[in-house]
């Protein structure tokens, strides 16, 4: 069974500071989704990542893969307030299937 | 162009009733997902369509949830007899065949009581 796991599932920073956030995962894949929610509202989707090595950016937002230590990264850089959600990973399994498996979620704060 | 739409956005209901959420995907998209999100257990995916046929149902709870996909604009999940514990927000997303990325739409609160 594929298990997805973030950490840490909960994050309270300051303003201006850089953190990462971790995503693993347990079976073969290429295919990571990086995923944002507000309280109380649906899910946004942030990056898609589909090889090895792929970084995406979008503001103070970037994502990477890394496809062999099955693992997935987001890092925040000096981070603001409007930063505050919850970050959802998930994974597509390689094996022909599509089944989005998501991660635990981090639910972020960021204090001004 | 419209995203997923859910309905109703909030229910609640008694102990023993049925219940149906319904969902219109997104124009064109031909695979379709319902998810669960409870504080417990967090997203859960329930079961997936691919062009109206049910893919893969493994994470449906049990025998009192279904889900139908009669036509590629309509989709429902239905809970019969609905207990406490299924109080959650149940989320429909969509996808493009040759898309990646899945679309949610924006969840139907559901309180059991």
């Known amino acids: 069974e594929l298990k997805v796991e973030q950490n840490p599932l909960f994050l309270s920073m300051q303003e201006g500071k850089n953190y990462t956030i971790y995503c693993n995962y347990s079976?073969?894949?290429?295919?990571l989704y990086w995923y944002r929610q507000d309280p109380g509202k649906s899910l946004e989707s942030l990056f898609v990542?589909?090889?090895?090595?792929a970084v995406k950016q979008e503001g103070r937002l970037m994502a990477s893969l890394d496809t062999k230590a099955r693992l997935s990264t987001l890092h925040i850089t000096a981070a603001v307030h409007d930063l505050s959600a919850t970050y959802f990973c998930a994974v597509v399994p390689l094996l022909g299937t599509y089944k989005y498996i998501f991660g635990t979620g981090t639910r972020l704060k960021v204090l001004a | 162009d419209a995203g997923v739409i859910q309905s109703p956005r909030h229910e609640v209901t008694e102990m023993g009733q049925e219940v149906t959420l319904r969902c219109k995907p997104i124009?064109?998209?031909?695979?379709l997902f319902w998810y669960r999100q409870t504080m417990m257990r967090g997203l859960e995916l329930l079961i997936y369509f691919n062009n109206n046929v049910p893919i893969d149902d493994s994470g449906m709870p049990e025998d009192r949830f279904s889900a139908k996909m009669p036509n590629a604009s309509f989709s429902t999940l239905k809970i019969q007899p609905s207990e406490p514990r299924d109080s959650a927000v149940y989320f429909c997303a969509t996808r493009r065949g040759n898309g990646n990325t899945i679309y949610f739409g924006e969840g139907s609160w559901l309180t059991v009581v």
């Open positions: 124009s064109g998209h031909d695979y």
């Open positions: 990542l589909l090889s090895n090595g």
């Open positions: 079976t073969t894949s290429d295919r």
